[in-house]
């Protein structure tokens, strides 16, 4: 599940603006028959968002976009990661 955690625009001249958000991606994994999660799973799952996202940018169409620091915190039945 991908949310929109904080969206900000900003004036820089008369005619760009700098706009800046940050994501939260909250992962699940399937659960055990006591409905527990893997911790590894959710751990290599949040591993793979981190990775994916350590540029520090990315190119989008005629756009680069800036990626900031990127976290994540794995709890006992998810995982989050928080992409500026």
């Avoid at 955690?5 to 900003?10: F, H, I, L, P, R």
């Avoid at 994994?29 to 990315?58: I, K, Q, R, W």
Wanted: hydrophobic fraction near 40%; glycine fraction near 4%.
């Amino acid at each position: 599940m991908t949310l929109l955690q904080s969206d900000t625009m900003e004036c820089r001249s008369h005619d760009t603006v700098a706009r800046s958000i940050t994501a939260l991606v909250t992962l699940f994994c399937p659960v055990d028959e006591y409905h527990n999660s893997d911790m590894d799973t959710l751990s290599a799952m949040s591993d793979a968002v981190l990775e994916h996202f350590s540029a520090p940018g990315m190119e989008v169409g005629d756009r680069w976009l800036d990626i900031g620091k990127v976290s994540s915190n794995v709890q006992y039945d998810y995982a989050e990661a928080s992409i500026p």
